[in-house]
């Protein structure tokens, strides 16, 4: 039994309530959960204080329109809503619900479920039905709720059920993007992404939710690609899943560090992995606009990388995500080529690498592994040259930008105010990139002492040597 669902019979023991939907689901699947959800006829408020109060968590309103409240447990180790019937009736409210799988309910005490649409024989079957022919006219994020079950947990829609969603896809676009974007998160994080992109797709509701995405479909690429960039994207995505699940083969010696790195936590309760696929997703979304054929026949996408990083902003920006995803995402796809234009320049010397790695930041070590994606889904003419080539610079930049990671910020050579004295300057733009040139020489080894820098800095700005 789950440490919430443990609490909440210690605590709410006797009270007319139900455990019901994900939490009885999952037990059905063999899958813990620690995330309840329950229906109490009875004083919400009290009972969620009561639970927190127990506990030693949290309990707070979670809507106003409602009613409902929700407990965090200490430590954010579990998490229980509790919500008012919506009917008379236990049965009732079930018949209200999204899906039968989601509609058995099992009483807060113990008992057998209650399970009036048939929804555990639907888990049996690995099918995904909805309720009723009204479920996704009574709330329109539904259809994008039946992609993400259906993909989380390796669920087929039924025929009707498929239908039904198709039918009312496009009434999305009223529902909140705070809305859609939580339940298009859990999609693009899924293991099985790439089957749940293709139900979206099926259902017609990737031009609505994703239409950057959508509108890569049939745009024909080089010679050195075998894919449209549609289906180039679909296998970038496959690829970044798979460096993340193993690094090693593609990174080798840094492949430990680099999982460590990816998995830390960015925002909007992604990890830097998470954050990832939808750089893989958005990396391209400029193709489109950027197209061109020269008279001899070459394709070309110029400056989709800039241009691309503003589509991928913007996209956020519409789902209203947070700022940090948007700028993690737009720089991903800012930078996603600059790795590859360096393959044919090495090797290279020290104030490349670190132009690399300062002009990437704070994305360089994210970006690498990006590019490494992109490359192995890229398998046109020449590809295995390419790719070799392209993994051993990878490896070798991706080693530059951890250990620079490692050492910290390192205090400089001297002080901006005290380089401005010793040269007879004020500060100022000028000063600024003087500054900049001496920690991009400091990298590459030709300056190590604060006089060094303050030599250099002469030289830089004309002066005679005092």
Known sequence: MSEALRTVRATLAGERAWVVGGAVRDRLLGRHTEDIDLVLFGDLPDAARRVARAAGGTAFALSKEFGAWRVIGPRRAWQVDLSAPRAPTIEGDLAQRDFTVNAIAEPLAGGAPIDPLGGAADLAARRLRMVGPGAFADDPLRTLRLVRIATELGLEPDGDTEAAARRHAAAIQAVAPERVFAELKRLICADAVLDGLALLQRIELTPLVLPELARLRGVEQSDYHHLDVYDHTLAVLAETVALVRDPQPALGAHAGAVAELLAEPLADELTRAQALRFGALLHDAAKPQTRAVSAEGRVSFHDHDAQGAELARAALTRLRTSERLRAHVAALTRH?????????????????????????????????????????????????????????????????????????????????????????????PELGRVLAELEEARFAGEIRTGDDAVALARRLLGQAAG
């Open 336 to 428: 996603h080529l600059r790795l590859g234009f360096l393959v044919h320049r090495r090797p290279l010397d020290r104030r490349t690498v670190y132009r690399y790695l300062t002009t990437c930041e704070p994305v360089e070590v994210d970006v690498s592994v990006l590019s490494v994606a992109d490359r192995l889904a890229t398998r046109g003419r020449n590809a295995d040259v390419a790719i070799a080539k392209h993994l051993e610079l990878a490896r070798e930049l991706v080693g530059e930008a951890l250990a620079r990671r490692d050492a910290g910020p390192q205090p400089p050579l001297i002080r901006g105010d005290e380089l401005a004295a010793r040269l007879g300057t004020v500060p100022g």
